[in-house]
């Protein structure tokens, strides 16, 4: 079957033309599945399943906890199956028709922007009253163990998703938690779950080096028709570098454990300007840091992929990422991406082809960023991105999660063998 660049070559010059281009290649092309040699999307390999989600982050909190826990409600609604949140905070009690049930919250010290869920015995009268076929624990620490206890209390099969680095989220806010008493708590969580789902090949290693048993490797998925490259807006590109300035920037958290500030690299590069997009408690301070930088604040839908694909390159600074969906988001939109040399970047970026992966040495920043004025060598990054994540839609990672609960429901649970 042929691939999308048989069917309708993109080149270097389309790929920052006017969106016409793209709309133009968008009706030309076949579905996406049969782009990229996949068989028509087939229906879950499982009949009709009763999921409870028990995450550390819902709504209103935006995160990637938040957005991968949306993205799995959507196709379980979509395909029939049955869905129930658990969630800390305050918020709406349902969510496009899936039932919320909220527990208290407390902030933590230097971490008011996210909230933690207080294990309160509502997680075993809620999973009673729903009465699940598996239990999913999004990224479980605080709640998250307490919907596992709650679980094999009940039988009930649970498939833990491993999302954060919290030993070095620990470390970024100085909260106090060293690296091996966070490394305890996880091996402990993890180890009572079924299934333990890791994001990238880094995560996956980092789990069973510290003695997690029974972990798998499921990535996330990225809306391709959202985040493209026939998004790229001139006005607003005439209006961040209006001397034509290369737009490097940076999507996400302005928080401690993102390290955004390393982007003060690039203060007074000649012909280069930084592009800051996102909120939180660092935004004041970074606002000192990068002086001349262009602070868009949150966006998020159209707006967002607006904003990725009129950049010139993506920056990514954090380096405790257990996968790194703004890398992904970029490459879709057709922009080379440079990350840190660490985690979930590893698997998304192929250096040298559709980004760089650097050390925290600022020079190297520097010399990357100073290669990539190049417009050819840019544009042909920017293809090569834009191909390599065409096969990573949502749907077909949450067919992959069906897979995974079909798995548990049928194996011992291990909560009998704990």
């Given at each position: 079957?042929?691939r999308?660049d048989?069917?309708?070559?993109?080149?270097?010059?389309s790929?920052?033309?006017?969106p016409?281009?793209?709309?133009?290649?968008?009706?030309c092309?076949?579905?996406?599945?049969?782009?990229?040699?996949w068989?028509?999307?087939?229906?879950?390999?499982?009949?009709?399943?009763?999921?409870?989600i028990?995450?550390?982050s819902?709504?209103?909190q935006?995160?990637?906890?938040?957005n991968?826990?949306?993205?799995?409600?959507?196709?379980?609604?979509?395909?029939?199956?049955?869905?129930?949140?658990?969630?800390?905070?305050?918020?709406p009690?349902h969510?496009?028709?899936?039932p919320?049930?909220?527990?208290?919250?407390?902030?933590l010290?230097?971490?008011?922007?996210?909230?933690v869920?207080?294990?309160t015995?509502r997680?075993?009268?809620?999973?009673?009253s729903?009465?699940?076929d598996?239990?999913?624990?999004?990224s479980p620490?605080?709640?998250g163990?307490?919907g596992l206890s709650?679980?094999?209390?009940?039988?009930?099969?649970?498939?833990?998703?491993?999302?954060?680095?919290?030993?070095?989220?620990?470390?970024?806010?100085?909260?106090?938690?060293?690296a091996?008493a966070?490394?305890?708590?996880?091996r402990?969580?993890?180890t009572?779950?079924?299934?333990?789902?890791?994001?990238?090949?880094s995560a996956?290693?980092?789990?069973?080096?510290?003695?997690?048993?029974?972990?798998?490797r499921?990535?996330r998925?990225?809306?391709?028709?959202?985040?493209?490259?026939?998004?790229?807006?001139?006005?607003?590109?005439?209006?961040?570098?209006?001397?034509?300035?290369?737009l490097?920037?940076?999507?996400?958290?302005?928080?401690?454990?993102?390290?955004?500030?390393r982007?003060?690299?690039?203060?007074?590069?000649?012909?280069?300007r930084?592009?800051?997009i996102g909120?939180?408690?660092?935004?004041?301070?970074?606002r000192r840091?990068?002086?001349d930088?262009?602070?868009?604040?949150?966006?998020s839908?159209?707006?967002?992929?607006?904003?990725?694909?009129s950049?010139d390159?993506?920056?990514?600074?954090?380096?405790?990422?257990?996968?790194c969906?703004?890398?992904?988001e970029?490459?879709?939109?057709?922009?080379?991406?440079?990350?840190?040399?660490?985690?979930?970047?590893?698997?998304?970026?192929?250096?040298?082809?559709?980004?760089?992966?650097l050390?925290?040495?600022?020079?190297?920043?520097?010399?990357?960023?100073?290669?990539?004025?190049?417009?050819?060598?840019?544009?042909?990054?920017g293809?090569a991105?834009?191909?390599?994540?065409?096969?990573r839609?949502?749907p077909?990672?949450?067919?992959?999660l069906?897979?995974?609960?079909a798995?548990?429901l049928?194996?011992p649970?291990?909560?009998?063998?704990?």
């Amino acid at each position: 079957m042929r691939r999308s660049d048989d069917a309708v070559p993109i080149t270097r010059s389309s790929l920052h033309t006017a969106p016409t281009r793209f709309e133009e290649l968008r009706r030309c092309s076949p579905p996406l599945h049969a782009r990229v040699g996949w068989a028509d999307p087939a229906p879950a390999t499982v009949g009709p399943v009763r999921v409870a989600i028990v995450t550390e982050s819902f709504l209103p909190q935006v995160n990637g906890v938040t957005n991968s826990v949306l993205r799995v409600l959507e196709h379980l609604r979509r395909h029939g199956h049955a869905a129930l949140v658990i969630a800390p905070g305050a918020g709406p009690d349902h969510h496009e028709g899936t039932p919320v049930v909220r527990v208290p919250s407390v902030d933590l010290p230097k971490v008011s922007s996210l909230p933690v869920g207080v294990p309160t015995r509502r997680v075993l009268t809620a999973l009673e009253s729903f009465r699940p076929d598996v239990v999913h624990l999004a990224s479980p620490f605080v709640l998250g163990a307490r919907g596992l206890s709650a679980a094999r209390r009940l039988g009930l099969p649970t498939v833990a998703v491993y999302q954060t680095d919290v030993a070095g989220f620990a470390g970024s806010y100085g909260l106090g938690l060293g690296a091996r008493a966070a490394w305890r708590w996880t091996r402990r969580l993890h180890t009572q779950a079924d299934r333990t789902l890791a994001p990238s090949s880094s995560a996956v290693q980092a789990l069973l080096g510290h003695g997690v048993p029974r972990v798998h490797r499921w990535a996330r998925g990225v809306d391709v028709d959202l985040f493209h490259p026939g998004r790229r807006d001139d006005a607003l590109r005439a209006e961040l570098a209006p001397n034509g300035e290369l737009l490097v920037g940076y999507v996400g958290r302005l928080a401690p454990e993102k390290q955004v500030a390393r982007l003060a690299a690039l203060n007074g590069v000649p012909g280069v300007r930084v592009v800051v997009i996102g909120d939180g408690p660092d935004a004041p301070a970074l606002r000192r840091e990068l002086p001349d930088a262009a602070f868009l604040g949150f966006r998020s839908g159209p707006a967002l992929a607006t904003a990725y694909a009129s950049l010139d390159v993506f920056a990514h600074t954090g380096p405790h990422e257990t996968f790194c969906q703004a890398v992904q988001e970029a490459l879709a939109s057709g922009v080379p991406a440079i990350a840190p040399d660490a985690g979930g970047p590893r698997d998304l970026i192929r250096h040298g082809h559709t980004g760089f992966l650097l050390s925290d040495d600022p020079a190297e920043l520097r010399a990357v960023v100073d290669r990539l004025r190049d417009p050819v060598l840019r544009a042909d990054f920017g293809l090569a991105a834009r191909r390599s994540v065409l096969g990573r839609t949502w749907p077909a990672l949450c067919r992959e999660l069906l897979g995974h609960y079909a798995d548990v429901l049928a194996q011992p649970l291990a909560a009998k063998a704990a």
